[in-house]
């Protein structure tokens, strides 16, 4: 009987969801201690995404490529990795920010609406603006914005990651 190795989707989907999970964790802290505006714990979501996209490539080229893998490779599979992490993440969000607390989007709100006051934007124009941002800050638009903004960071990051971890085969010693 072969072994067979998991398809690249399936195993991205797999590394993704680890990746997801650990990203779940750090967004319900976020609205839980309602850390906002936490600077270093946005960075930590880089470092986390950063290394589950390292990992999983890195997985991926020596468990299943027999330790090689093209940098077009690399970075295919790190972005199908950010993809299915910010499928995940999107949906708790969703889930979270619509049915059990809308605090974070209570204070973007109020932030922004007081922002524009102390910056002595007309009525009008701040009830205008406030109209188009309660519009886009619905638990649905956050989330379809979570999957976009992440798979796109998980891009930049791929990029890098990719030109680090690519290792392409001898083709020379191959044909011996």
């Known amino acids: ?79 199908l990795i950010a993809f299915f992490a910010s499928i995940i993440v999107g949906f708790i969000n969703f889930i979270y920010l619509g049915y059990v607390d809308d605090g974070f989007i209570s204070y973007t709100l109020e932030k922004s609406e007081s922002e524009m006051y102390n910056a002595g934007t007309p009525d009008d124009q701040i009830e205008s603006a406030m109209s188009i941002t309660r519009k886009i800050m619905s638990p649905g638009v956050l989330a379809i914005m979570g999957v976009f903004i992440t798979t796109f960071l998980g891009f930049i990051f791929s990029l890098i990651a990719a030109a680090f971890l690519k290792k392409e085969s001898d083709n020379f010693e191959e044909s011996n």
Do not use: C, H
């Open 1 to 79: 009987m072969e072994n067979q190795t998991p398809s690249k989707t399936k195993s991205a989907l797999n590394s993704g969801a680890i990746l997801g999970l650990a990203l779940m964790v750090l967004s319900l802290v976020t609205y839980i201690f309602e850390m906002y505006e936490n600077q270093w714990f946005g960075y930590l979501n880089w470092v986390v995404l950063i290394i589950g996209i390292v990992l999983g490539i890195t997985k991926y080229r020596d468990e299943s490529l027999g330790g090689y893998i093209a940098y077009s490779q690399a970075l295919g599979y790190g972005v």
